[in-house]
């Protein structure tokens, strides 16, 4: 297999426990890909198809790493963070690894992305929970029909403009103040940000 003497002294300056992981990564990749290319990257052993990286691991004092670089802008790993995803964060021995077939997979599954383009796809993120409607706009919508109803009917982000908004003031009047307007906007159907709907809406 074609390696690159800068990731043989990597792996040997490594610590103890880390060669042999770094050693069985590097086999595994080169038996999933012959073609690939060996490099370092940003100070690391990086692993390259038709000269992009795809791939890349590492080493640290007490455990080791691997992950995949989709595009150059990074994958969305299974905690959904961005980046250079080390898919395996936190490697100190080979039970933090996959099996032999399943790791090769995963390389095999990366660097036909690489070719084909192909774009990561973000997981689906936690729904936010429902903002609490403050004590005091709870009460004014008690009393006034129309606006409960237009305050109802809005999506739920739109009401968490309005709740964040009145929420957030610290001073009671300045708390009831913005209650009060609420309530008129709301009576004639506005959203919290309308008056910057015609600056943002197309054409303008």
């Given at each position: 297999?074609?390696?690159?003497?800068?990731?043989?002294?990597?792996?040997?300056?490594?610590?103890?426990?880390?060669?042999?992981?770094?050693?069985?990564?590097?086999?595994?990749?080169?038996?999933a890909?012959?073609?690939?290319?060996?490099?370092?990257?940003?100070?690391?052993?990086?692993?390259?198809?038709?000269?992009?990286?795809?791939?890349?691991?590492?080493?640290?004092?007490?455990?080791?790493?691997?992950?995949?670089?989709?595009h150059?802008?990074?994958?969305?790993?299974?905690?959904?963070?961005?980046?250079?995803?080390e898919?395996?964060?936190?490697?100190?021995?080979?039970?933090?690894?996959?099996?032999?077939?399943?790791?090769?997979?995963?390389?095999?599954?990366?660097a036909?992305?690489?070719?084909?383009?192909?774009?990561?796809?973000?997981?689906p993120?936690?729904?936010?929970?429902?903002?609490?409607?403050?004590?005091?706009?709870?009460?004014?919508?008690?009393?006034?029909?129309?606006?409960?109803?237009?305050?109802?009917?809005?999506?739920?982000?739109?009401?968490?403009?309005?709740?964040?908004?009145?929420?957030?003031?610290?001073?009671?009047?300045?708390?009831?103040?913005?209650?009060?307007?609420?309530?008129?906007?709301?009576?004639?159907?506005?959203?919290?940000n309308?008056?910057?709907?015609?600056?943002l809406?197309?054409?303008?």
């Amino acid at each position: 297999m074609p390696i690159d003497p800068r990731v043989d002294a990597y792996i040997d300056a490594s610590a103890d426990f880390a060669r042999p992981l770094l050693l069985w990564m590097r086999e595994r990749v080169h038996a999933a890909m012959p073609t690939v290319e060996e490099s370092i990257k940003w100070a690391r052993p990086a692993f390259l198809s038709g000269g992009r990286p795809f791939a890349m691991m590492v080493a640290f004092k007490a455990h080791a790493g691997f992950g995949f670089w989709e595009h150059g802008a990074g994958a969305w790993d299974q905690n959904g963070q961005g980046g250079a995803v080390e898919q395996f964060r936190r490697i100190t021995s080979f039970a933090d690894l996959p099996d032999t077939a399943t790791f090769e997979a995963m390389v095999r599954a990366a660097a036909l992305r690489l070719v084909s383009g192909e774009q990561p796809r973000r997981p689906p993120g936690k729904p936010r929970a429902p903002l609490p409607v403050p004590a005091e706009l709870a009460a004014a919508l008690a009393e006034d029909s129309a606006a409960r109803a237009v305050f109802e009917g809005f999506p739920p982000s739109c009401r968490r403009d309005y709740c964040e908004w009145i929420g957030e003031a610290k001073r009671p009047e300045t708390r009831a103040r913005r209650v009060g307007q609420a309530i008129l906007w709301l009576r004639e159907g506005k959203r919290r940000n309308w008056q910057y709907a015609s600056v943002l809406s197309p054409g303008r």
